[in-house]
């Protein structure tokens, strides 16, 4: 039963135009989200979070945006760089869990020239 | 000090054999997290150490695997008598109580 879903095995977006990655997730008690970037032969580095009472929060280029009613949660890249290929992971923290992240499969966002 | 470090990086060890993997977490961390991940899957949890204590392990980690982080520094996960199922790659990360998790590179475990 995968609890933070990400429907998107892999992405592609032109250089300079907007990067959308989506996460679905169905257990309404996760208080805290998290985005890392995963790039080969790494390990995963934390982009940005977001708190359950949070709409949005954003970091430069990079925007996480909750919908706590739809489950659902996104990261706006903008504009995307070559630099920003890597897989993406979409991670939640359950109420208490001492941060036992519940990670979705990732997406890998290809940013062509 | 520059952020978790793994060792090694990649094992290849015969299947019924052991192996020991050693994770050294930044060093004001408190806690340190071991992860699974397997091809085409998010990180999966498997136990969390505070200081040196153990204090939660998941359902995946069989009586196979042992971790220990003897004194609240560094820790070392095992793994008796490997199995192929057990080819993957062991994360680890740490964290200066609830803050974002920095994780090392990995250590890739193919058992052959």
């Known amino acids: 039963d995968q609890q933070v879903k990400q429907n998107s095995p892999s992405l592609s977006v032109q250089e300079g135009r907007i990067s959308i990655l989506n996460c679905d997730y169905t257990n309404s008690m996760f208080d805290y989200f998290l985005w890392y970037k995963k790039y080969p032969a790494e390990g995963p580095t934390f982009l940005i979070s977001i708190s359950s009472i949070k709409d949005k929060n954003e970091d430069g280029r990079f925007t996480v945006f909750l919908n706590k009613s739809a489950k659902h949660l996104s990261l706006h890249i903008v504009p995307s760089q070559p630099g920003d290929s890597a897989v993406y992971f979409c991670a939640a923290s359950p109420p208490r869990s001492n941060y036992q992240l519940i990670w979705g499969a990732g997406t890998k966002l290809i940013i062509k020239p | 000090d520059t952020g978790v470090s793994q060792n090694p990086r990649h094992k290849i060890t015969k299947r019924g054999q052991n192996v020991t993997f050693r994770c050294d977490p930044i060093?004001?961390?408190?806690?340190l997290y071991w992860y699974r991940q397997t091809l085409g899957q998010g990180p999966e949890f498997l136990t969390y150490?505070?200081?040196?204590?153990?204090?939660?392990k998941s359902r995946l980690l069989s009586d196979r695997f042992s971790a220990e982080r003897p004194k609240g520094s560094f820790s070392t996960l095992e793994i008796q008598r490997t199995e192929q199922g057990d080819s993957a790659m062991y994360l680890c990360?740490?964290?200066?109580?609830?803050?974002?998790?920095?994780f090392g590179q990995g250590t890739r475990l193919t058992v052959v």
């Open positions: 990360a740490s964290t200066l109580g609830n803050t974002e998790a920095f």
């Open positions: 150490f505070q200081n040196e204590a153990q204090l939660e």
């Open positions: 060093s004001e961390h408190n806690r």
